[in-house]
Nanobody, 121 residues
Framework: VQLQASGGGLVQTGDSLRLSCVAS????????MAWYRQSPGKSRELVAR????????LYTDSVKGRFTISKENAKNTMYLQMDSLKTEDTAVYYC???????????????WGKGTLVTVSS
């Protein structure tokens, strides 16, 4: 099971980007998918998380009203629409998921490789 994030890039303040994260492999179900980010010299922080069954989502305060997390269950895919980007959003964005597989009795917590988002002023 693996997660593949994409969609990062270099943008200017106020621009938008959409990140995608696809889970692949032998998957029974996914409890939730989440985006984390890490800036140089800072610890990794939760940006947004979505429950795959209910669609319930939560956000860190600094992105509320600007970022929107969404999902496509049939594609085991999660998105992060990022609008009104600020320089402080610059970070490596990682996707994370809690995944049930056929051979594991407990859900696996899986991390993808990050995608870099750079916002210039």
């Amino acid at each position: 099971v693996q997660l593949q994030a994409s969609g990062g890039g270099l943008v200017q303040t106020g621009d938008s980007l959409r990140l995608s994260c696809v889970a692949s492999g032998s998957i029974d179900s996914i409890n939730y998918m989440a985006w984390y980010r890490q800036s140089p010299g800072k610890s990794r922080e939760l940006v947004a998380r979505i429950t795959m069954s209910s669609g319930y989502s939560l956000y860190t305060d600094s992105v509320k009203g600007r970022f929107t997390i969404s999902k496509e269950n049939a594609k085991n895919t999660m998105y992060l629409q990022m609008d009104s980007l600020k320089t402080e959003d610059t970070a490596v964005y990682y996707c994370n998921a809690d995944i049930h597989t056929p051979r594991d009795s407990s859900a696996l917590n899986v991390w993808g490789k990050g995608t870099l988002v750079t916002v210039s002023s």
